[in-house]
């Protein structure tokens, strides 16, 4: 017992002297367990990057400080340096880039003559004008779906222009058109036109009104009907197509429809084109014309 109590203190002292050489850094292994776990148990330091990064990569490796780090993928898992240099190096271009991808397209149009085949039933001998000075125009437009479409239309070569400048003003208020063909697509018949809808200009017909027979201002292509539904003609008591009985009241607005002020009547207006929603006995909501006819 007096030979233990002796030698206690030298004990003691040696381990004293021992823990002041003991290093209090953790090492890199015990460094990496500290690390909180993500919820599926992989180390969320797999996935975030430190500034400490640098001083952590293997002398002479020859890696970067944005090499050696690591980047967290949508998953969670750790992304490879490529994945994470390329998320780093987006520039502001390439965003708008991908941004004008999703854009709408920009509007087009494209110019080309016709010929009496291609006029069909729309035209025949004795119309007040002939093919040669008849266009016929494609045309980008908004439809109802809120989509871009392409659609055709046949007017007469000296107001090409303007119908251009009307139709891209349109596309640009995004005003809904709900279809745009030749009336040579239905048989020359405006009645079979009006009921689906359609956007037409050239047809060799009569004007639908009272008095003598009188060339419509269609038939020289100096006219055009816009979503004629939306917009019918109101004469002698009838409502022309009968599909536009809905809207032979004319507030509230709904889309599509010609209105004073509007979008439709202004783009018209704007090139010099007369609106025949103006005509107090017999307003034709669907027609305008460069004659005022």
């Given at each position: 017992m007096i030979a233990l109590a002796a030698t206690l203190p030298?004990?003691?002292a040696a381990c004293t002297s021992a823990s002041r050489h003991v290093s209090l850094t953790p090492s890199p292994s015990s460094r990496l367990s500290a690390q909180p776990s993500s919820p599926d148990g992989r180390t969320s330091g797999a996935g975030t990057t430190t500034s400490g990064a640098a001083s952590a990569l293997p002398s002479g490796s020859g890696l970067t400080p944005a090499q050696g780090s690591t980047a967290a993928s949508p998953d969670g898992t750790a992304a490879s340096p490529?994945?994470?240099t390329a998320s780093a190096s987006a520039s502001p271009s390439a965003a708008r880039a991908t941004t004008s991808a999703t854009a709408a397209p920009a509007f087009g149009s494209q110019i080309t003559t016709v010929t009496a085949a291609q006029l069909g039933a729309s035209w025949h001998s004795g119309c007040p004008v002939g093919p040669a000075q008849l266009r016929q125009i494609s045309l980008?437009?908004?439809?109802f779906?809120?989509?871009t479409h392409t659609g055709t239309i046949v007017v007469n070569a000296s107001v090409v222009s303007s119908v251009i400048k009307v139709f891209a003003e349109l596309y640009a208020e995004r005003f809904p058109i709900r279809r745009m063909e030749p009336v040579s697509n239905f048989g020359g018949s405006d009645d079979a036109s009006m009921a689906v809808d359609n956007t037409s200009g050239f047809n060799c017909r009569n004007a639908v009104s009272q008095g003598p027979p009188a060339w419509s201002a269609h038939a020289y292509g100096e006219a055009i009907d816009v979503n004629t539904i939306e917009n019918p003609y109101l004469e002698g008591?009838?409502?022309l197509p009968p599909e536009g009985a809905p809207y032979a009241k004319r507030t509230p607005y709904r889309p599509g429809m010609a209105v004073a002020r509007g979008e439709l009547v202004k783009a018209f207006a704007a090139v010099g084109w007369s609106?025949?929603?103006r005509w107090a006995n017999s307003p034709d909501y669907q027609h305008f014309s460069s004659t005022g006819g």
């Open positions: 030298v004990v003691l490529a994945q994470a980008t437009y908004w439809g779906d809120g989509t008591g009838k409502v609106w025949g929603g």
